[in-house]
Nanobody
Framework: VQLQASGGGLVQAGDSLRLSCAAS????????MGWFRQAPGKEREFVAA????????IYADSVKERFTISRDNAKNTVDLQMNSLKPGDTAVYYC???????????????????WGQGTLVTVSS
């Protein structure tokens, strides 16, 4: 499956932004999906994940209550709604697909089989 992330940009602290990831070339509903991010000079970190049906979601503590992950299996997309953005949210955001355990949302990057190219989010103070 191929993944294409979009929606990044430059925003101010407190603003909102919605990222989208479009999947093609596979059966989208067979995958759990996740969002990860990597800030300059830092390790990649987990942001949010959702299982195949959308019934199970998990979030990193740093984004809970601010970010919401959702998916539309009819459109083959997974979105990340980001509210109350902070400068610390600045990073390249990647979407990823996990095929072995689609009923579970997982935060472990090594579980994911396919990765998109990333979209840059910059939050100014």
């Amino acid at each position: 499956v191929q993944l294409q992330a979009s929606g990044g940009g430059l925003v101010q602290a407190g603003d909102s932004l919605r990222l989208s990831c479009a999947a093609s070339g596979g059966r989208f509903s067979s995958y759990a999906m996740g969002w990860f991010r990597q800030a300059p000079g830092k390790e990649r970190e987990f942001v949010a994940a959702i299982n195949w049906s959308g019934s199970h979601t998990i979030y990193a503590d740093s984004v809970k209550e601010r970010f919401t992950i959702s998916r539309d299996n009819a459109k083959n997309t997974v979105d990340l709604q980001m509210n109350s953005l902070k400068p610390g949210d600045t990073a390249v955001y990647y979407c990823a697909a996990e095929r072995e355990r689609p009923t579970i949302a997982t935060s472990a990057a090594y579980n994911y089989d396919y990765w998109g190219q990333g979209t840059l989010v910059t939050v100014s103070s």
